[in-house]
């Protein structure tokens, strides 16, 4: 059985849950979901026990303190740090590049959070049994309501027991159209988590985005080893185009596939994504933070305070978050446009 790397994509502000994430720690470096940070469970859901090797983080220079702080000396470890923000396709091209070309790459974002990290590890294994014969696979996040925030996968041919090619690659629908997928059952939600051989992504990168693949081949070729960093050449990465993997690979290859994965995820999109992944009383309110909380007829009310009391009376549906001085207060509804909020553009 081959061995998987995890390649752990950390970047982004997480301005969806200001003010708790802010751009100098964003939300990867909080514990929202339990005792530690999500970063610290994505690396926890990789343990060398269940055939994973030590991780490839690659992160942006301002939270590369955050990633050492969290990721410790894990021998044979490696930080690569992004001199410029240009999307996930080169992000993912500047592991692949540091990588054997026989090794099996673990594509996984830092701030989601899996409730279930024994189904996480099988199908990490059923995906690398597939990309080990040279499919590029997506996991197939199990849709459990009609979500138009994601983009979903459809579920193609079975080419194994564990695997399907994946038939087509859909952008954030509508509510009818998410409705539809929902009802069908043929469709999963694309949660940006992949796994490939190091040589089959790089050889469809190259042959469908040839200037990415060139620009981090060669800022590679150019970077320096500090200790555990890798710092590529800023010059030559910084005119790397940008492009999400999606684009630039997934959605052009003929060897698209997709594994089904059941396995309690969340993107801990908003506040609302994070209400969902926390317990909740009888009435469906939840508590975080150091403050005191009193609520009182309250139903669907999420309250995190880090000092101040917070007392809420007949409430539904309802997030209120203080953090320092800041205080934000949305209804459900709105926590899609919390990162429109001036405090959360301005942070």
Same mark, same amino acid.
């Given at each position: 059985?081959?061995?998987?790397?995890?390649?752990?994509?950390?970047g982004?502000?997480?301005?969806?849950?200001?003010?708790?994430?802010?751009?100098i720690?964003?939300?990867?470096?909080?514990?929202?979901?339990?005792?530690?940070?999500?970063?610290? *469970?994505?690396?926890?859901?990789?343990?060398?026990?269940k055939?994973?090797?030590?991780?490839?983080?690659?992160?942006?220079?301002?939270?590369?303190?955050?990633?050492?702080a969290?990721?410790? $000396?894990?021998?044979?470890s490696?930080?690569?740090?992004?001199?410029?923000?240009?999307?996930t *396709?080169?992000?993912? *091209?500047?592991?692949?590049?540091?990588?054997?070309d026989?090794?099996?790459?673990?594509?996984?974002?830092?701030?989601?959070h899996?409730?279930?990290?024994?189904?996480?590890?099988?199908?990490?294994?059923?995906?690398?049994?597939?990309?080990?014969?040279?499919?590029?696979?997506?996991?197939?996040?199990?849709?459990?309501?009609?979500e138009?925030?994601?983009?979903?996968?459809?579920?193609g041919?079975?080419?194994?027991?564990?695997?399907?090619?994946?038939?087509?690659?859909i952008?954030?629908?509508?509510?009818?159209?998410?409705?539809?997928?929902?009802?069908?059952?043929?469709? *999963?939600?694309?949660?940006?988590?992949?796994?490939?051989?190091?040589k089959?992504f790089?050889? $469809?990168?190259?042959?469908?985005?040839?200037?990415?693949?060139?620009g981090?081949k060669?800022?590679?070729?150019?970077?320096?080893?500090?200790?555990?960093?890798?710092?590529?050449?800023?010059?030559?990465?910084?005119?790397?185009?940008?492009?999400?993997?999606?684009?630039?690979?997934?959605?052009?290859?003929?060897?698209?596939?997709?594994?089904?994965?059941?396995?309690?995820?969340?993107?801990?999109?908003?506040?609302?994504?994070?209400?969902e992944?926390?317990?909740?009383?009888?009435?469906?309110?939840?508590?975080?933070?150091?403050?005191?909380?009193?609520?009182?007829?309250?139903?669907?009310?999420?309250?995190?305070?880090?000092?101040?009391?917070?007392?809420?009376?007949?409430?539904?549906?309802?997030i209120?978050?203080?953090?320092?001085?800041?205080?934000?207060?949305?209804?459900?509804?709105?926590?899609?446009?919390?990162?429109k909020?001036?405090?959360?553009?301005?942070?």
């Amino acid at each position: 059985m081959p061995t998987i790397v995890p390649v752990i994509l950390c970047g982004g502000s997480g301005t969806r849950l200001w003010p708790r994430s802010r751009a100098i720690k964003p939300k990867p470096f909080l514990p929202l979901v339990g005792d530690c940070t999500l970063f610290e *469970a994505a690396l926890r859901r990789c343990p060398a026990s269940k055939g994973f090797s030590p991780p490839v983080v690659v992160t942006g220079g301002k939270h590369v303190e955050h990633v050492e702080a969290q990721l410790g $000396e894990m021998e044979g470890s490696q930080v690569i740090v992004e001199p410029a923000a240009r999307n996930t *396709a080169a992000a993912i *091209a500047l592991a692949a590049y540091r990588l054997p070309d026989d090794a099996i790459m673990l594509v996984c974002p830092s701030d989601h959070h899996i409730g279930d990290a024994d189904a996480f590890a099988s199908t990490a294994r059923a995906a690398a049994d597939l990309a080990s014969e040279g499919w590029l696979v997506s996991f197939g996040i199990e849709a459990t309501a009609p979500e138009t925030g994601f983009g979903y996968l459809r579920q193609g041919e079975k080419i194994s027991d564990a695997g399907y090619r994946t038939a087509q690659f859909i952008e954030k629908p509508d509510l009818e159209r998410a409705k539809s997928f929902l009802a069908e059952g043929s469709y *999963a939600w694309n949660g940006g988590i992949f796994a490939f051989r190091v040589k089959d992504f790089i050889a $469809e990168l190259e042959s469908h985005r040839p200037q990415i693949a060139a620009g981090v081949k060669e800022a590679v070729a150019k970077g320096q080893e500090k200790g555990q960093r890798f710092h590529p050449d800023a010059d030559v990465f910084g005119n790397v185009p940008s492009d999400s993997v999606d684009y630039a690979v997934m959605e052009n290859t003929e060897r698209a596939a997709m594994v089904p994965a059941v396995m309690n995820w969340s993107d801990i999109g908003n506040w609302h994504a994070l209400h969902e992944a926390l317990e909740r009383d009888s009435s469906g309110n939840s508590v975080r933070g150091a403050g005191t909380v009193e609520m009182v007829d309250c139903r669907n009310v999420l309250v995190d305070t880090d000092r101040l009391r917070v007392s809420v009376i007949g409430l539904e549906n309802v997030i209120v978050v203080v953090d320092g001085d800041d205080v934000m207060i949305t209804s459900v509804a709105g926590t899609q446009k919390v990162g429109k909020l001036a405090g959360a553009v301005n942070q």
